[in-house]
């Protein structure tokens, strides 16, 4: 039986919302997806007359749902074939949710979404729920099943795993093109000193391949280190001409608010290189190329063309 419109209404006004939470909690918007339609199914099932706030009902219901798959996810992680990373987003994305406050922006960076992989499924949901949307500790003890205070310590334990201690450079799309036209010219020199000088002297570089796609299964760390890493992925070869189809475009992006390199075949995306920049300089490179995690950002910047290149690789 289908719901008629005046039913579903509820559901659709609260459907962005929902993805950005699932996003947030889950790190994957593939997942965040399937979450949001599992909820439409309890929501569908529901008897919905007796549903006083149909909002609350639906983030109780999602949250939850969350946090069962960050349960399952933690199993799956532990046999991840190299290192893991949450799927990047393209900006304008709704699943990216609300960005008008420091919070709300730096909950959905890569470098966070990394670093919420540290905290238990409670610890994840109060934060994202507290910070990234401001519910009260009341309403998220409602949505978790805890007491108040319960929720303020996990909060305040969530938030204290959390501090990185060096600040993140927030960039527009025009400061994030000059950071990506910065990187790509010394990327593509050929040399490593001019990588090494825009890079932190502990900066990391991390690949997600997923065993779909080759990439290295361990960080590299240090500013030299990371500077020949990338000098070797930026240099030509009939092997990566082979993967690629032919040459590939080299696109600037805001991908997760941070800047960002777009590998791209047509309108295939490749690989993302999201940069962290800080005052010091780039702190982290980190490459999504498993084809899993780059359908939806493909499938949004198809949809937003056409595109013109920086430069061609390969």
Known sequence: MSLRPYEADPF??????????????????????????????????????????????????LTNLCLNQLTSARARRETYVG?????????GDRMLGPAETAEQRESVSTAMLILMERLSPNERAVYVLREAFGYAHREIAEILDLTESN???IHRRAK?????????????????RKVVEGFLAAALSGETEPLIRLLTDDAVGVADGGARVRARRTP??????????????????????????????????????????????????????????????????????????????TRRWAAAGPHHPLAEIW
């Open 151 to 153: 929720c303020q310590q």
């Open 12 to 61: 659709e006004r609260s459907r962005g919302r929902l993805e950005a939470i699932a996003y947030r909690l889950l790190g994957s918007a593939g997942d965040a997806e399937d979450a949001v339609q599992d909820t439409f199914l309890r929501w569908h099932a529901a008897d919905r007359e007796r549903i006083e706030t149909p909002a609350a009902w639906l983030t109780k219901v």
């Open 83 to 91: 290192q893991w990373l949450p799927e990047p987003v393209l900006a």
């Open 160 to 176: 204290q795993h959390l501090s990185s201690g060096r600040a993140r450079t927030e960039v527009d799309a025009a400061a994030a």
């Open 220 to 297: 590299v760390v240090g500013a030299l280190g990371v500077a020949r890493y990338l000098r070797g992925l930026f240099r030509p070869g009939a092997a990566k001409r082979a993967e690629a189809g032919g040459r590939a475009a080299l696109h600037a992006a805001v991908v997760n608010g941070s800047p960002a390199v777009l590998v791209a075949a047509g309108e295939r995306i490749l690989a993302v290189l999201c940069l962290a920049p800080t005052p010091e300089g780039v702190e982290a490179v980190t490459i999504q190329v498993n084809p899993d995690k780059l359908e939806r950002i």
